[in-house]
């Protein structure tokens, strides 16, 4: 079946640093999305992604839609304490069946001691 | 607007016990899901429903089963709860596609 590989699988930030995430598929995606998990809570949609190319913002979050369509990115600006969490990819075929999403396996975003 | 809610948040289960973990959403949307979380992992679909009427196995359906009770709820059973399903159980549900989906803030079981 489909695999969307998200790396890293965890990152450490400092505040005011800007980090990056990626994720990448075999297979072409219609839409990618992008989630944050917040500890003891569900996922939370920031960002969704509709074309080839499209680069779209969400405050200090930026993601693209990877123009091969089998990739997309997420930059996080100036970090703050509160962006630690994890954060999931997600992509969906147009009208997949029930809606899927097929899910990266996450990064987790920790803060330097 | 409550989202989606789901129902215990905590549960702890002895090995052969059942039980019933509950979702309802307010939104009106047409599909929903049932999926699970372990430690360090990413999400895996146990089962979903399309559209009222109608459910579907996901990728690990093994020892659960669902019912779409109305449009609303959706319902996920482990008949004979075993130490493996020991996770975090989330529900979550979609009006269409292409939009995203809207998470439930989870079920924590544990099977002893």
């Known amino acids: 079946g489909q695999q969307l590989n998200q790396s890293p699988q965890s990152m450490f930030i400092q505040e005011g640093e800007d980090v990056s995430m990626n994720c990448t598929s075999s297979s072409i995606f219609n839409t990618w999305l992008w989630y944050k998990q917040d500890p003891g809570e569900g996922p939370v949609l920031l960002i969704a992604l509709y074309k080839a190319g499209e680069l779209t913002s969400n405050g200090r979050l930026t993601a693209q839609f990877g123009i091969t369509r089998k990739d997309s990115f997420l930059n996080i600006s100036a970090s703050i304490p509160s962006d630690v969490g994890i954060y999931f990819c997600a992509g969906q075929l147009f009208k997949a069946a029930g809606n899927k999403l097929t899910f990266g396996g996450g990064t987790r975003v920790l803060v330097k001691p | 607007n409550a989202g989606v809610t789901q129902t215990p948040k905590f549960q702890v289960l002895k090995t052969g016990q059942s039980m019933t973990l509950q979702c309802a959403q307010d939104m009106n949307h047409n599909s929903m899901y049932w999926y699970r979380q372990d430690p360090g992992m990413g999400l895996r679909l146990i089962y979903y429903s399309a559209s009222e009427g109608t459910t579907d196995k996901g990728e690990v359906p093994n020892g659960y089963n669902v019912s779409r009770l109305n449009k609303r709820e959706f319902s996920l059973r482990l008949e004979s709860a075993a130490p493996s399903q020991t996770s975090v159980y989330f529900c979550?549900?979609?009006?269409?596609?292409?939009?995203?989906?809207?998470f439930g803030s989870g079920t924590r079981l544990t099977v002893v």
């Open positions: 979550a549900s979609s009006p269409r596609s292409g939009s995203g989906y809207t």
